[in-house]
């Protein structure tokens, strides 16, 4: 009987390839989302179920107990456009009673969870971060994120459950979401110009780029989740394990380079954004508050020694893939 990987978040960017590399993997794939089942592709190893992140516990229970999952990959949340509240409930609090609900199932469950290097903080120029540092989000995401993390893990240590949490770096490649900055300009590059402006540069106007990131192709940190869920348990459960490029990238030049392979005419400007009111009053809104890090760059050593994976996209490649999908028809960009 094949092993069924339950995948959560299974419709968004990163569970779309979740999904596609544990069928390619040989696992029978149970895709969760909050529309559950309908006319996607996939075929007879993808099965789609509905599931909401706010729902109680015993509905997580009831949901792992259908599916029967031998791991379940929590892909899971809210990223862009989401006010503390919820970013804390769909990030933080769903992760804690998807622990615990795995924890409690009789037949044993792998638990990969999808954290992200935004529970880092800033970097240190000019140097990599390891797991073992001392975590500083800035963020409301990046907090969340850490406290999702901490849960996880912290069920792990009193419950034996097997659970790893692979800390993911900017992702990108071929369904970036166009709430990003890298898939809104993918997006304002491929779209059509005025009939009189076909000779005229597009003028690109975006908030200053000066950090410099670490970034990774959603196709790596898939094949990277898949490693998780079959390495040895002992191996690897507790474990938290970076997953980038292991180099820190200026974002202007990702950018840059998104034009040079749009092969469009096109002026960038850079222009200081005016900080947006809060929901409650002035200051910043929560929903803008995954500020840029300014550097950042982490170690994958880790990720070589326990999974025995390095990433294997270039940066050009994934960008270019990028632009390709955002070309496609509407329906033909779904990939599970």
Known sequence: MKPTALVLGGTGFMGEHLCAAFRAAGHRVVCVSRGGSGPRPGGPATVHLRHDLAAPEQDVAALLAEAAPTVVVNAAGVVWQADEDRMWSLNARFAERLARAAAARAHPVRLV??????????????????????CAPVSVYGRTKLAATESVLETARSTGLAAV???????????????????AVAQRLTAPAPAHDDDEPTEL???PLRARRDFVDARDVAAAAVLAATAPAHEVTGHVINIARGEAVAVRRVVERLIALADRPVRLTEYEPVPAPGPTGPGPDARVLRTDLEWQQLDISLARRLLGWRPAVDLDTSLADLLAAVRLPEHERTRT
């Open 165 to 183: 949490v692979l800390r993911v770096a900017n992702a990108t490649g071929p369904g970036v979401p166009p709430a990003s900055l890298l898939g």
């Open 113 to 134: 969870q999808l954290g992200s290097s935004h529970e880092y903080g800033p970097g240190e120029p000019g140097t990599s971060t390891g797991e073992d540092a001392v």
């Open 205 to 207: 106007r975006l908030a």
